[in-house]
T-cell receptor, first 113, second 111 residues
Framework: GAGVSQSPSNKVTEKGKDVELRCDPISGHTALYWYRQSLGQGLEFLIYFQGNSAPDKSGLPSDRFSAERTGGSVSTLTIQRTQQEDSAVYLC???????????FGPGTRLTVT | DAKTTQPTSMDCAEGRAANLPCNHSTISGNEYVYWYRQIHSQGPQYIIHGLKNNETNEMASLIITEDRKSSTLILPHATLRDTAVYYCIVLTQGGSEKLVFGKGMKLTVNP
């Protein structure tokens, strides 16, 4: 079946611009996670959705970062006024239930110039 | 912060068993041990998880010591495609169950 998909696969943007990254989780998965992976920081958690609500936003690095999830499905991660340190691979994962494996998408590589 | 300690790297010969160790000496009763791996330029891939009993699936076996302070992931017949960074993660039941990745261990399978 279809896995987690993310778009775009690559995004190059100028410093100061806003970007939107999209995640399509596996159908029926109620939990959705955003992570990012950068050279200096490894893989780090950003935000967790259960349905449309986000009970854990503890990993968002600043108020320039926000995310939403609609219809319990698609999620969008928005970064406003991008900075060079935002350059990273942004990974989305979904999970069908508690204590279950997380299925990761291929990621979006964001480069801020 | 990651609650696990893994070697930085390990080599294994193709076709041999790969035994990947992990220390989690501060693990508590409601925490599970999960293993993921990341092949270059791909998203992480789930391998296996367990609480206190040994577990086996089509990919690997997980051996957890009786005191639960360490575990070993076993790939019974390593192939070149198993070359990856392997992450041992302790996950707390309840809450967001987010994955906290450490530095992981680079496994290189050699022909």
């Amino acid at each position: 079946g279809a896995g987690v998909s993310q778009s775009p696969s690559n995004k190059v943007t100028e410093k100061g611009k806003d970007v939107e990254l999209r995640c399509d989780p596996i159908s029926g998965h109620t939990a959705l996670y955003w992570y990012r992976q950068s050279l200096g920081q490894g893989l780090e958690f950003l935000i967790y959705f259960q349905g449309n609500s986000a009970p854990d936003k503890s990993g968002l690095p600043s108020d320039r970062f926000s995310a939403e999830r609609t219809g319990g499905s698609v999620s969008t991660l928005t970064i406003q006024r991008t900075q060079q340190e935002d350059s990273a691979v942004y990974l989305c994962a979904s999970s069908p239930r508690r204590l279950s494996e997380q299925y990761f998408g291929p990621g979006t590589r964001l480069t801020v110039t | 912060d990651a609650k696990t300690t893994q070697p930085t790297s390990m080599d294994c010969a193709e076709g041999r068993a790969a035994n990947l160790p992990c220390n989690h000496s501060t693990i508590s009763g409601n925490e599970y041990v999960y293993w993921y791996r990341q092949i270059h330029s791909q998203g992480p891939q789930y391998i296996i998880h367990g609480l206190k009993n040994n577990e086996t699936n089509e990919m690997a076996s997980l051996i957890i010591t009786e005191d639960r302070k360490s575990s070993t992931l076993i790939l019974p017949h390593a192939t070149l495609r198993d070359t990856a960074v392997y992450y041992c993660i302790v996950l707390t039941q309840g809450g967001s169950e987010k994955l906290v990745f450490g530095k992981g261990m680079k496994l290189t399978v050699n022909p």
